[in-house]
């Protein structure tokens, strides 16, 4: 990255495949901004909780195991990080600043749920309640880490038309091995509906269009 005050956690989440163990142990020899966290496998959220307890900065950016980062995405983020700030939601197609509240119905209407391509600050996301969910949400799992941040938004949101990040989908990826089903829909609605109950937002208009959307699915 050309922003040079970084740190990379890497989180080898019981990899047993293309000696990831071994190479990013080689990284972190090289590069002393470069940390390993070695763990049983645990799925996506416990390694990103695992990955944010591991670091140590005041802004935190996720990257996807499969996907890749233009060279200057932190430095092209981090201004945008100003004091009135808490996250900086990249990715999208326009630019503008949103309250909490304004940027929390947008989210309800199926937009930016991934947690890649954002710059959180740490306040926002290394909570463990933001983390605490079942563990056999394996899909939407991004729309579900976001919305518990939701609670600890206090300053705006910026959303940003930035492009940086290069989102790869593999025949191997779960979301392809991944069959929808009614009941694991309503699953999702039953955490969505008790999470929004907990952030102390007016998501109303958001969650009734959320709602609405899930049942038409269905």
Request: charged share 30%; net charge negative.
């Amino acid at each position: 990255q050309t922003y040079r005050d970084i740190e990379v956690i890497l989180v080898d989440d019981g990899s047993t495949k293309d000696d990831t163990p071994q190479i990013c142990d080689e990284y972190a020899a090289k590069d002393t901004r470069v940390k390993v966290v070695h763990k049983k496998n645990g799925g996506l959220p416990k390694a990103r909780e695992t990955g944010i307890n591991a670091s140590s900065g005041d802004l935190i950016y996720c990257v996807d195991a499969d996907d890749s980062i233009e060279p200057d995405t932190i430095a092209s983020l981090v201004p945008l990080m100003t004091e009135n700030i808490d996250l900086v939601a990249a990715e999208e197609d326009f630019d503008k600043v949103m309250t909490p509240e304004e940027y929390g119905n947008w989210f309800l209407h199926w937009n930016a749920i991934h947690v890649w391509g954002k710059l959180y600050r740490r306040s926002v996301i290394a909570d463990p309640w933001v983390f605490d969910f079942d563990r056999s949400i394996t899909v939407a799992e991004d729309f579900v880490t976001n919305l518990r941040c939701m609670k600890n938004l206090k300053r705006n949101v910026s959303v940003s038309s930035q492009r940086k990040y290069h989102y790869r989908q593999l025949p191997e990826s779960m979301v392809h091995k991944f069959t929808s089903t009614s009941e694991y829909d309503l699953k999702i609605m039953q955490e969505a509906t008790k999470i929004v109950a907990d952030v102390p937002l007016d998501l109303r208009e958001g969650f009734a269009a959320y709602r609405i959307g899930v049942i038409g699915h269905l």
